[in-house]
């Protein structure tokens, strides 16, 4: 049995990044929370001023001989808008800024590749922006954040859609 991975990507507001990532099988799960910052167990009030460094984003514990990290790739760049630094869709700021955060040499490579290949591949308009960092300590949101799209699916849909996200998305899918 292999021993399970670590994926952590930032995406704008995490809420809409735990349902593309949740339904696949081989991730065992998909945790809501903070990193990149200076500040020891952030609070969302604290990481939502921009003075704590931290971006939200998504933990993803997984499988990887049912589930690759190039695939897990792939769903996050169809799941956000990687020409955009400043934020995400409704979301500004640098507590929405899209990152990928490596956990081995491995995976800062894969990205890297997989970041040049999104590029040439002229699916978006812009350059492709999205940094590709090492990892650091990943702080757990607050419980009322996580799954949020199971706990509140009619305010996840309305937010979803409102922000412009879902129909980014399904312009840009990958064919």
Request: hydrophobic share 30%; charged share 25%; aromatic share 14%.
């Amino acid at each position: 049995m292999a021993e399970k991975e670590r994926a952590i990507f930032a995406g704008g507001c995490f809420w809409c990044m735990v349902h593309p990532f949740d339904q696949w099988p081989g991730v065992e799960q998909v945790r809501s929370g903070y990193t990149g910052g200076h500040v020891e167990n952030p609070t969302y009030q604290q990481v939502t001023t921009g003075q704590t460094g931290h971006t939200e984003a998504v933990e993803i514990i997984y499988d990887p001989e049912l589930l690759s990290y190039d695939t897990l790739l792939d769903i996050y760049w169809s799941s956000m808008d990687p020409t955009d630094a400043d934020g995400q869709f409704f979301d500004r700021g640098s507590s929405y800024r899209p990152v990928i955060y490596y956990t081995s040499s491995d995976q800062k490579a894969k990205a890297e590749a997989s970041k040049q290949a999104l590029q040439a591949s002229g699916r978006y308009a812009g350059d492709i922006v999205v940094p590709i960092e090492a990892a650091e300590p990943f702080y757990v949101a607050e419980d009322y954040h996580q799954d949020y799209y199971q706990k509140n699916p009619v305010h996840y849909e309305q937010y979803y859609r409102g922000s412009g996200r879902k129909a980014f998305v399904e312009k840009h899918r990958s064919r």
